[in-house]
Structure formats: C-alpha cells, structure tokens
C-alpha cells in the first residue's frame, strides 16, 4: 500500500521555522487564548496551533488535512498570545502565512471552483466607488426595513450584523482643514468601513484632530487596509493595497497618519513587515507605518484643553484586540475617558478578550464567535454601564448586535466620539 503525499508549505508566504521553532511550549499563552478558554482543548490554543504549524512545515501533517484546516480558521487571530508569550513568537505572522498556504492548496486542487461572494467582496475593497454604493443600499434597506426580506435568502445572521449606518464621510480629496497655530498635518486613514457606515466616527475625529491644533487631511488614492484580505489568506491583495496607501501617503505632504479603526492601525503599522521583501517598497513601507498613529495615541500625547462638557453616564472600555495586543496601546484611551467630566468608567471583567467580531469571524465561526459574544455582553452586563466605548467598527457592529437582541438600552460609542461630545461636538467645532 501506496502511503498517500503529505503536502508541507512551499513557494511564497510560508511560516517561518525560526519563527515556530521559538515557541517554548510555556503555556503562558493559554490564559490569554478566547477560543482555548472555551474549549480548553490543547488545540485550539496557540501553543497547539504553533505544534500543528510545525508539523506541516516538517511534512508530517498534511497542509489540508481538516483538522488543520479548522484550526487555522477557528482562531481569531486576536494577537492575545503575542503580548503573553516571553519568547516574542510573532504568531499572527505564523497565522495568516498558514492560512495563506491553505488558500493556495485549496485553489490548485480545485482550480475550477469559484467563490462569487470572495470576489465581490474583494471588489468592494478595492474600489471606493463600489463600497459607497453599497453603503447608499444598506442605508435605504435599514430606513424602508427592506433588510428584514434577508431572511427569504437565510440571512438573517448576515443583516442582523449589518452595521446600523452613522451617516456617510466623503472627505473631498486634497481639501485641508488647516488648524489654527497648527503643529503638524495630520492624514486621516479613511478606511472602508467606516466611511460609509460610521461617517460620525470620522466627523468627531477630524474635530478632536484640529482641537489637538493638527491640520487635517484625507489624502487621495488611499483605500483598504488590507487586513481583510491578509486575514483571509490573499496576502498579495494586501500587498496592492498596502502600495496605494504607502503611495497616498506620501503624496499628502502629512506628518502623521492617523486611524480610528485598531484593526486597521494594526495592518497599516505592519505594513513594513508585509511589503519588507519587496525591493521598490520596503524601506517605503518602513518609513510609513513608522508615522502611523492610533487617533487615542495622538490626542492623547497632544496639548488639550480640559473638555468642558459633561457626559453623564456609567461607562465600561472593551479593549480591541488589535489596538491592545497588536498595537500595545491601552493607557491612552481610558485616560482620555477618565478626563471626560461626568463621566464615570467602570472596568469591565475581561476587557481585552475578544468579542467575537475579528473581522468577519462572526461570519465565518459564528457558533465560536456566539459563545464568545454571549460572554463578553455578560461581562458588560455586570459593570451597569449605558455606554459600551470602544475604538474599532468591527467591536462596535459586533457588540451593537448583540446588545439590541439581548434588549439592553446600553449603546456602543467610539472613544472618540465621546471626546468630541466632552468639547461640544459639531456646535464647537474649530474654524
């Protein structure tokens, strides 16, 4: 008998053995782990995930076997174990060139199949004009209750997670908003999102940027992260993405470039790593993602006044994964809470475990991103809080979803657009 191919890593984008090879299997990592605190099964911690990388990379498990394959989908890709691990196992690295190598196996096995909902969504990314419209339909939907035919189409889970649209923000390209006795000008990542979703987020960004005496500009050209993609397993997606930004960047003649959404600053931050083999763009790539700052970092490092108006509400923080363990930011926003007046912050138990959104994994793991989410509302639950602030849209429709069917009147605020309240919102907004 014939024993079948084992087939390892190859080509491109393969997970380092140095980098597996540094895992001293502490378990320090567990506790920190949201899907190894739901199962408590080996496997499905980081320390399990590394040992199965491992074993793929020394062909002693198949790169497709399904038990592989499921792994590196359920994990959430969070980054809680880089910040616990005392070896600085760069882990979401292993992660996503694993999932890379799964992605490529997968599409020379079956090259005939295609995936509409992966290449429409990929277009949406790619071209701002697409997401605008879109954004305009799920507008319409949710004003008429259109939305509610979803479930004809057995998706209800899908509209249920829509996010409940802010207003749309469309920063004419080139236009600076010019602070008074301005110290620096600022590049407001836009996004993909969060523009035609949570246009309040980046109205109140831009009136905290200029109070911070930043003048403000949305630089043209620029678009999607290309965290989604890299997430998914299409890391040369990211990479095109990653050179629009880079080049929009630079063109703006900015300083800073500043980001209200913690997954997005994650990947624009990792950008040098992402683009680092590539001769024409690394040290580019470098330079830019050392200028990329959390809008919780930049304001709360600037010279503000004291906010004169009072926010009268019980407040809980929910930590973003990817501004607390990727980023390492996590002082700056609760100081900037604690400085509203009226304000009262309540620290919620398991703050910096995930919620469940990472990205689109309520979308593709929902019954772990359910269990994950119940978890999170529970601990919400116990603070008493009205206001859930967090900093990343993808906690907001996560928790804003799960909120409105639980029936609780608390509501989801981004840190920011509580500051901007603290100084008068848009009727104090700076010349």
């Known amino acids: 008998m014939i024993d079948p ?3 390892g890593f190859s080509g491109s984008d393969q997970p380092s053995a140095s980098a597996y090879d540094a895992c001293i299997r502490c378990g320090l990592c567990l506790p920190s ?3 190894y605190l739901e199962t408590l099964t080996e496997t499905s911690g980081p320390r399990g995930r590394i040992s199965l990388i491992k074993a793929v990379g020394e062909s002693r498990l198949d790169l497709l076997s399904p038990g592989f394959v499921q792994q590196m989908s359920q994990c959430l890709d969070c980054r809680a174990c880089e910040a616990a691990c005392p070896s600085g196992v760069p882990y979401g690295h292993l992660l996503e ?5 799964i992605r490529r196996a997968e599409a020379a096995e079956n090259p005939g199949a295609s995936n509409a909902a992966r290449a429409f969504a990929y277009a949406l990314l790619e071209r701002p004009a697409l997401m605008r419209v879109a954004g305009a339909l799920l507008r319409f939907a949710q004003f008429t209750q259109l939305i509610s035919l979803a479930r004809l189409f057995g998706l209800q889970r899908e509209a249920a997670l829509a996010p409940r649209a802010r207003g749309a923000y469309f920063a004419a390209p080139r236009r600076r908003r010019n602070a008074p006795d301005a110290r620096g000008i600022a590049a407001l ?5 969060t523009p035609v979703a949570f246009g309040d987020v980046h109205r109140a960004t831009v009136r905290m940027l200029l109070r911070a005496r930043l003048s403000v500009v949305a630089p043209e050209g620029q678009g999607c992260c290309g965290a989604l993609a890299l997430h998914a397993g299409d890391p040369e997606i990211a990479r095109d993405l990653a050179r629009r930004n880079v080049a929009a960047f630079e063109a703006s003649g900015a300083d800073v470039c500043v980001v209200n959404a913690a997954g997005c600053g994650s990947m624009l931050k990792e950008y040098a790593a992402l683009l680092g083999d590539d001769p024409d763009w690394a040290a580019r790539a470098q330079r830019f993602s050392s200028r990329v700052r ?6 709360d490092a600037g010279d503000l006044p004291a906010p004169t108006y009072p926010v009268d509400a019980v407040a809980t923080y929910q930590e ?3 501004l607390v363990h990727a980023q390492r930011v996590s002082r700056a926003p609760r100081r900037l809470l604690a400085g509203i007046p009226g304000l009262r912050l309540v620290e919620m138990n398991e703050s910096a475990l ?3 959104s990472a990205g689109i994994y309520n979308l593709t793991e929902p019954e772990m ?3 994950l989410l119940q978890r999170k509302l529970r601990a919400i639950g116990e603070t008493g809080a009205s206001i859930v602030a967090t900093a990343n849209p993808g906690c907001d429709v996560n928790l804003s979803a799960g909120l409105r069917k639980a029936g609780s009147p608390a509501r989801v605020r981004h840190v920011v657009e509580l500051l901007d309240e603290a100084y008068g919102g848009a009727a104090t907004e700076p010349e």
Request: glycine residues 6%; proline residues 6%.
């Open 369 to 371: 991103a359910e269990r």
């Open 294 to 299: 959390d809008v919780t970092e930049v304001l």
């Open 5 to 7: 191919v084992v087939r």
């Open 97 to 101: 060139n694993a999932r890379a190598q």
């Open 33 to 35: 782990c949201p899907t």
């Open 354 to 356: 995930c919620c469940g």
């Open 189 to 193: 990542h836009v996004g993909c999102i």
């Open 320 to 322: 973003p994964c990817h």
